[in-house]
C-alpha cells in the first residue's frame, strides 16, 4: 500500500527548509541522534541491566519486550505502506527506508514512554513529582521535529509516529498491570521491588 503525502506535508517541509539555518541544522543532528536505532538500544538494553540488578524483572520485562515488539509493528508497518521520503535534496541527512511511520518519533514514544510507566510504578519519588514525566513526551517530540527539519519525513509520518507509539505504551501498560504493580499496590518506597 503506497501512501502519497497530502498537500499539507510538502507546505510544511517546503516552509521548514526555508527556515533552516547551520546552527539549528546543527542542534537537529544532534537531538535526532539520540532517537537512532543505536542509542534507543543502548537506552533499553542499560534500563534493563539496571532493573535486573534491582531486581525488578516484571519491569524489565515490560521495557524488554514492550520496546522490541514495538519496533517490529515499526518494520511492519513501515513495509505495509512503503511511502517515500520527502526527495533526496530536501534531506540533511543520508536514509533510504520508508517514510511512514516515522520510526524515530514512534519509537522514542515507545522506549521514552514505557521508562516513564516504570519510574511511576516502581519510584515514590516519581509518583511525588509526576511533572518529571513530561521529559518523556518532550524528548519524542523534539526527535520527531528534527525528523521533519532534517527532511527525512514528511509531518504525517511523524504524528502517525508519536499516534502509534503512545497507543503502543498505553496497552503494554495496559497488558502489563496484570502481573507488575501499580503505584497504589507497592509500599511508598523507592527502592521496594517488583
Aim: net charge positive.
Amino acid at each position: 500500500m503506497l501512501l502519497t503525502p497530502p498537500g499539507v506535508d510538502q507546505s510544511i517541509t517546503d516552509a521548514v527548509i526555508e527556515a533552516r539555518t547551520p546552527a539549528l541544522s546543527d542542534i537537529a543532528r544532534v537531538i535526532t541522534t539520540t532517537g537512532n536505532t543505536l542509542a534507543l538500544t543502548a537506552v533499553v538494553v542499560v534500563a534493563v541491566i539496571a532493573l535486573g540488578v534491582y531486581r525488578a524483572y516484571a519491569a524489565a520485562t515490560l521495557v524488554a519486550v514492550g520496546s522490541l515488539t514495538g519496533y517490529l509493528l515499526m518494520i511492519g508497518l513501515k513495509q505495509f505502506f512503503a511511502r517515500p521520503r520527502p526527495p533526496v535534496p530536501d534531506r540533511l541527512i543520508d536514509i533510504d527506508t520508508h517514510s511512514f511511520p516515522s520510526g524515530h518519533a514512534m519509537m522514542s514514544t515507545i522506549v521514552f514512554g514505557l521508562l516513564a510507566v516504570v519510574a511511576y510504578r516502581l519510584s515514590a519519588w516519581v509518583r511525588d513529582h509526576p511533572l518529571v514525566l513530561v521529559i518523556a513526551p518532550v524528548w519524542a517530540i523534539a526527535i520527531g521535529l528534527t525528523r521533519v527539519y532534517l527532511g527525512v519525513h514528511w509531518t504525517t509520518d511523524v504524528i502517525a509516529g508519536w499516534l502509534i507509539g503512545a497507543v503502543w505504551v498505553a496497552l503494554c501498560a495496559r497488558l502489563s498491570a496484570r502481573w507488575m504493580p501499580t503505584a497504589r499496590d507497592r509500599p511508598a518506597h523507592p527502592d521496594v521491588h517488583a
